[in-house]
T-cell receptor, first 107, second 117 residues
Framework: DAKTTQPPSMDCAEGRAANLPCNHS???????VYWYRQIHSQGPQYIIH???NNETNEMASLIITEDRKSSTLILPHATLRDTAVYYC????????FGSGTKLNVKP | GEEVAQTPKHLVRGEGQKAKLYCAPI?????VFWYQQVLKNEFKFLIS????????ETGMPKERFSAKCLPNSPCSLEIQATKLEDSAVYFC???????????????FGPGTRLTVL
């Protein structure tokens, strides 16, 4: 599975868009990009995933570069409840979690 | 059920004692995964099952850890002779598909916190 690299922490003002980057330069052709988040010590929560194309759902948007070596998770209007550790995973099967990005949403 | 269920929520064991954790995957999901979260952010893959068959056990410590998924029973993860370093939160996840499908997200349970004293 491809290794991912994320910044350890980011701040975002409430109501603004949060853009979380992820580098997965060694991703292989059949590996999907998944984003999960963990709030406190709860079980990881699925956010979104994609292979090549950009994806959008009710929670977020996922932008994958054309070469698939990096991606960005966009939370369009961050709220205080979005404060969590966000994990980017490049996988075809079992998940290898990196250290994630701690997103702090501030009032 | 519609959620992955894990029991117990907390488990405390003395060093050397046995610990057994349970996971009920979402009904209809064929794949079950076990992960260990030792430090706040670091997850380690342990083992996965396709129905009752071991699919991938590359992350399992061979000596003291074992796992099963039997028909009509919750899956289990057992640690014989626990050690202090086994203290962690153990997460179970289930997935409907694995290979060749875009719909292979994993749904995680709430975890079991194991404390070894």
């Amino acid at each position: 599975d491809a290794k991912t690299t994320q910044p350890p922490s980011m701040d975002c003002a409430e109501g603004r868009a949060a853009n979380l980057p992820c580098n997965h330069s060694t991703i292989s052709g059949n590996e999907y990009v998944y984003w999960y988040r963990q709030i406190h010590s709860q079980g990881p929560q699925y956010i979104i995933h994609g292979l090549k194309n950009n994806e959008t759902n009710e929670m977020a948007s996922l932008i994958i570069t054309e070469d698939r070596k990096s991606s960005t998770l966009i939370l369009p209007h961050a709220t205080l409840r979005d404060t969590a550790v966000y994990y980017c995973i490049a996988s075809y099967g079992k998940f290898y979690f990196g250290s994630g990005t701690k997103l702090n949403v501030k009032p | 059920g519609e959620e992955v269920a894990q029991t117990p929520k907390h488990l405390v064991r003395g060093e050397g004692q046995k610990a057994k954790l349970y996971c009920a995957p979402i009904k209809g999901h064929s794949y079950v995964f076990w992960y260990q979260q030792v430090l706040k952010n670091e997850f380690k893959f342990l083992i996965s099952f396709q129905n009752e068959n071991v699919f991938d056990e590359t992350g399992m410590p061979k000596e003291r850890f074992s796992a099963k998924c039997l028909p009509n029973s919750p899956c289990s993860l057992e640690i014989q002779a626990t050690k202090l370093e086994d203290s962690a939160v153990y997460f179970c996840a289930s997935s409907p598909y694995l290979v060749g499908s875009s719909y292979n997200e994993q749904f995680f349970g709430p975890g079991t916190r194991l404390t070894v004293l």
